[in-house]
């Protein structure tokens, strides 16, 4: 099979994230912050943001407490459902035991079950592999985790029944990709809330040390109020998947299904969420609109656009840009840059600066590896969970990365229709990607089209 050969995103994020943020600084923690030179006056701390108060802070510790053995099943057996197992598994906690796997196809299957016996000793019962659409409803059945990593589209469906089973929940981003399955994982999740499950969403960031001692910082008023931003994910192309003989239009379109918007929602909804993420998060401001435009200049297969602009309105009148792009051989950049009026934050630089320009504050990764064993963020939002689930104190991350999941949406639909789009509009249509009863045959393919926006000289 011809494809693609590339890092993959979470390869590409552990480089990229900060990467050569140097060591600065003082006392024990590791946080590194610097105050200007020895003499200067110091202005006054500015007030914390009362808004970002009530949000959880994760204890990012090596790996979880042990405690009752659980039962984990994978939905999904791509390459990040068969990686996230088996981190989760052998770096996350003891006694964790895969016991069931479910994917559309069999060879999918078949290599997570012998990946996950190579690397982590552990043997899935033949009797446990499921195949199908309907496999997921089998894995659930079994466990008392179960981690969804199928495409996206089929999150807020495979959601609903992990938490009418009553089971704790790992989701891989973007959790839906269409404003139905938003709507689905908000009422969902009051569901989940009441019975007191633990869901995680994969937005790694959230549990990733720098990030949170970040947002600490930024809650507790280091640049003031937040008057803007810009966040991007420029990267190189994904990987792809020609079509082969044997295959119905189905089964190629789920196989090569990171190319196509039905599915993944497009790359902007698909990558981008982690930094549109981010910018919720540490703002802790509501959308109000967005105005986009993309292009498809590159990409080989699906319908999707390889590059986005989008500008975000929020409420207060202030502005988020968004950038994404998915082409080899161009300027890349993973990162968020968040402005306040009293300074700035740079994840790309690891700096907080002030509205001189002073480096106040900067992120010590190298004091990072020495005052902890675990430093990856995928192992420790595992870590995270499992030590919810054993202590009973559940956490909940699906409203948040629903917003995320569906402000990317917002850009998307702006930028394919080339219109503004306000939020309350978003939310009131009735856009639904997800067929009632996908079935791996032939498929009326003159619907996946590349969108073109607004009208040509010749249109009516």
């Known amino acids: 099979m011809n494809h693609k050969t590339s890092l993959s995103r979470r390869q590409f994020l552990s480089t990229a994230t900060v990467a050569g943020a140097g060591a600065l600084v003082t006392g024990g923690s590791v946080l590194a912050s610097s105050c200007g030179e020895k003499g200067e006056a110091q202005p006054q701390k500015p007030a ?30 791509g390459g990040q459902g068969t990686g996230d197992l088996i981190g989760f598994v ?14 559309v196809f069999k060879d999918k299957v078949d290599g997570t079950r012998a990946r996950v016996k190579k690397e982590t000793g552990q043997e899935v019962p033949e009797a446990n592999c499921f195949v199908g659409f309907d496999a997921y409803k089998k894995v659930i059945e079994l466990v008392d985790v179960v981690l969804l990593i199928t495409p996206p589209v089929f999150r807020p ?55 949170v001692e970040s947002f600490k910082l930024i809650a507790d008023g280091i640049i003031g109020e937040i008057t803007g931003g810009n966040v991007y994910w420029n990267g190189g192309q994904l990987w792809y998947r020609e079509r082969q003989k044997e295959w119905s239009d189905m089964e190629w379109m789920i196989r090569d299904w990171v190319n196509w918007i039905w599915l993944s929602g497009d790359h902007l909804v698909e990558q981008h969420v982690h930094n549109l993420d ?27 656009y390889d590059m986005f602009s989008v500008d975000y309105e929020y409420e207060n009148g202030i502005h988020l840009h968004s950038m994404c792009r998915q082409i080899d051989g161009c300027t890349d950049n993973v990162s968020e840059y968040i402005q306040g009026t009293h300074g700035s934050w740079n994840s790309r630089t690891g700096e907080i600066k002030d509205l001189a320009g002073n480096v106040v504050w900067k992120w010590d990764g190298e004091k990072e590896s020495q005052e902890f064993k675990q430093t990856n963020a995928y192992v420790l939002e595992f870590v995270d969970l499992v030590n919810s689930i054993r202590k009973g104190e559940p956490f909940n991350e699906t409203e948040a990365t629903a917003n995320s999941s569906l402000l990317a949406v917002l850009g998307r639909e702006s930028a394919y229709t080339g219109k503004r789009i306000t939020w309350e509009d978003l939310k009131k249509s009735n856009l639904d990607l997800l067929p009632k009863e996908p079935k791996l045959e032939k498929q009326d393919m003159s619907k996946y089209v590349v969108h073109v926006p607004g009208k040509g000289k010749g249109d009516k």
């Open 48 to 77: 914390p943001i009362a808004r970002l108060k009530s949000y959880r802070i994760p204890n990012l510790v090596d790996k979880a407490d042990d405690g009752k053995e659980l039962k984990v099943g994978l939905v999904g057996c």
């Open 278 to 304: 981010v910018f919720n998060w540490f703002s802790g401001l509501n959308p109000v609109a967005a105005t986009g435009f993309g292009a498809r200049q590159r990409r080989v297969t699906g319908d999707q």
């Open 157 to 211: 469906l495979h959601f609903e029944a992990a938490v009418q089973a009553g089971k704790h929940i790992f989701m891989e981003k973007p959790i839906c990709v269409d404003v139905a399955g938003a709507l689905k994982l908000l009422a969902i999740s009051k569901i989940a809330d009441t019975k007191k499950l633990s869901v995680c969403t994969g937005t790694q960031r959230r549990h990733q040390r720098f990030y």
């Open 90 to 103: 052998k770096d996350a906690a003891n006694g964790l035991k895969v016991v069931a796997l479910g994917d």
